[in-house]
């Protein structure tokens, strides 16, 4: 798969950056972008989540076309709604073609494309005829082929990294189905993180879903049916449909020591699916880390993905970096509220200790691979 990869796509590497969000991921994909080896790939699968696109079956072109177009329902909800995340970038530009309200906002066009280029109408419509024509094949051969395409519009990019603040849950299904790939993951202190989260259109909706989930008794928001719907609560029903009072997410009360929870819960699992990652395949990234010492860090994972740590890149890292350090912000909680979140962060504090991903040893062993 490695080699052949390597000659269909001209893409040498490719990694995936993964965590639970809220830990500094978006300033990340910042400074990988700005990298000349790097095609920045920002949020893909935060937009392109589940079959067909993310499993073995056959696409034709066509088909893996409508993926990468298809509107993701719920994110142009949460616009219609005024409650969207700060990590969109497509609906702040009126000018462009596509909006939530009228035609619904390209998957791929939400976050990704206009990570890449300030045209993104203008790429979409360059991709759809070339992908279209695609063969039928596995769909992650289809992904290796749009990497490719990717990077070659972009200016020969040779490593591919795709970034998702929210994705640590998926790391089964991405070794899965691109073994050969990359693992990092970028983790924050679990307090800071969790009171992050709590402050996060994004998280508290994804908390009112895993309730949704817990009364509904199913396991996935696709397994939900219309009697399900029927019987939720006022309040969390019409988060389901295609605009919701925002007041519902922005001013409900969300006590902070849950989101402590939801942070355990992600890294818990997240670690254990990295431990079926070989070990040269995976390396971890401390935020706290990172702005400590962002260029010893970054010539790291640059040495990881297979790119050369640039002087210049890493002092245009540097620079950002410099201004998106906020660390210790959960000591200004009241005392009982950390209390209750430092204990319900304390399982995913454990799993880092002592699940691989955070050790030293696990850092050194890795940073040559």
């Not at 000659?7 to 972008?33: C, M, N, W």
Request: hydrophobic share 35%; glycine share 8%; net charge negative.
């Amino acid at each position: 798969m490695g080699e052949e990869f390597t000659v269909r796509t001209g893409i040498k590497t490719l990694t995936f950056v993964v965590g639970t969000g809220r830990s500094g991921s978006t300033a990340l994909s910042q400074v990988l972008r700005l990298h000349p080896e790097v095609l920045s790939l920002n949020e893909l699968y935060s937009c392109i989540d589940g079959p067909p696109a993310l499993s073995h079956q056959h696409l034709t072109g066509a088909e893996f076309w409508r993926c990468l177009r298809e509107p993701m329902a719920v994110f142009d909800a949460m616009v219609r709604s005024g409650t969207p995340l700060p990590e969109f970038i497509y609906n702040r530009h009126p000018e462009w073609r596509y909006s939530a309200e009228t035609t619904g906002i390209p998957a791929i066009s939400m976050m990704t494309l206009p990570h890449l280029t300030d045209a993104p109408d203008a790429l979409l419509d360059a991709l759809e005829p070339e992908v279209s024509a695609w063969p039928e094949r596995p769909a992650p051969q289809q992904w290796h082929a749009l990497f490719g395409t990717l990077a070659s519009r972009v200016g020969g990019r040779e490593a591919a990294v795709e970034r998702s603040g929210y994705s640590l849950h998926r790391v089964d299904t991405l070794y899965e189905l691109f073994p050969e790939a990359r693992f990092v993951h970028l983790h924050r202190s679990g307090p800071d993180c969790a009171l992050s989260m709590s402050r996060h259109n994004g998280y508290r909706m994804i908390s009112l879903l895993r309730e949704i989930l817990r009364r509904s008794g199913v396991e996935s928001a696709s397994d939900l049916t219309d009697d399900h719907i029927k019987q939720l609560p006022d309040d969390l029903a019409p988060l389901l449909g295609p605009q919701y009072d925002p007041a519902l997410v922005l001013d409900r009360e969300m006590p902070v020591p849950d989101f402590g929870t939801l942070w355990s819960d992600l890294i818990c699992e997240g670690v254990d699916h990295l431990s079926a990652v070989p070990a040269e395949q995976r390396t971890s990234l401390s935020y706290e880390r990172l702005l400590d010492a962002p260029r010893q860090e970054l010539a790291r994972l640059a040495d990881f993905i297979g790119v050369q740590p640039f002087a210049e890149w890493l002092e245009e890292g540097d620079e950002i970096l410099d201004g998106t350090g906020r660390r210790d912000s959960s000591l200004r909680l009241p005392e009982r509220a950390l209390s209750a979140l430092r204990d319900n962060c304390a399982r995913g504090e454990a799993a880092l200790g002592t699940g691989g991903t955070n050790s030293a040893a696990v850092q050194a062993s890795t940073s040559g691979s």
